[in-house]
Antibody, heavy 122, light 111 residues
Framework: EVQLVESGGGWVQPGRSLRLSCAAS????????MHWVRQAPGRGLEWVSS????????GYADSVKGRFTISRDDAKNALFLQMNSLRAEDTALYYC???????????????WGQGTLVTVSS | QSVLTQPPSVSGAPGQRVTISCTGS?????????VHWYKQLPGTAPKVLIY???NRPSGVPDRFSGSKSGTSASLAITGLQAEDEADYYC???????????FGGGTKLTVL
């Protein structure tokens, strides 16, 4: 059974940093691209970042480019999102999602975690 | 404002048919990228409903169908049921943005 479990969310002041983690199990982690998708309270889904199966192709939404860094540790079956210079508008539930393909080029996100909540406020 | 445009809301009576549109452009749907649809119930993570424009994962009833034409895609739900009440999102890829893109979401209300 595929499982994705996010952690690392919490309350943080504007300008500070937070690192999210996603523990994956139930599939061959290093065969698939992985994504972070966020959802602000009462709002729609917003893609944040993705990383290909081998870590060589990485993408970011314009809203987080230069502030967030995605990475993966295939030995630990883990996905990470380092979030720096956080802003109030980054407040959201952050989902880790597995892509059905390898190359983060638009295949469907076939499994999702339950999300970890990030609140940026002074 | 989302790159993919969906109606904010649709509604229908039990047993009826509803459709949800997803309009893109020549750099995403029109460029040949697949469209996927997700269903999200309140307080839960999204789940794939349709992938690759028109394919249903196992377990998804055949009341749900997807299609794509030109720069748009559609999700159709027939025989509407109370449990279909949810938010629905389309997703594709944009080669101009080099980014995964979502529609703004459509809230389906079963009257």
């Amino acid at each position: 059974e595929v499982q994705l479990v996010e952690s690392g969310g919490g309350w943080v002041q504007p300008g500070r940093s937070l690192r999210l983690s996603c523990a994956a199990s139930g599939f061959t982690f290093d065969d698939f691209a992985m994504h972070w998708v966020r959802q602000a309270p009462g709002r729609g889904l917003e893609w944040v970042s993705s990383i290909s199966w081998n870590g060589k192709t990485i993408g970011y939404a314009d809203s987080v480019k230069g502030r967030f860094t995605i990475s993966r540790d295939d030995a630990k079956n883990a996905l990470f999102l380092q979030m720096n210079s956080l802003r109030a508008e980054d407040t959201a539930l952050y989902y880790c999602a597995k892509e059905s393909g390898m190359e983060n080029r638009g295949d469907e996100l076939d499994f999702w975690g339950q999300g970890t909540l990030v609140t940026v406020s002074s | 404002q989302s790159v993919l445009t969906q109606p904010p809301s649709v509604s229908g009576a039990p047993g009826q048919r509803v459709t949800i549109s997803c309009t893109g452009s020549s750099s995403n749907i029109g460029a040949g990228y697949d469209v996927h649809w997700y269903k999200q119930l309140p307080g839960t993570a999204p789940k794939v409903l349709i992938y690759g424009n028109s394919n249903r994962p196992s377990g998804v009833p055949d009341r749900f169908s997807g299609s794509k034409s030109g720069t748009s895609a559609s999700l159709a739900i027939t025989g509407l049921q109370a449990e279909d009440e949810a938010d629905y999102y389309c997703q594709s890829y944009d080669n101009g943005l080099s980014a995964v893109i979502f529609g703004g979401g459509t809230k389906l209300t079963v009257l």
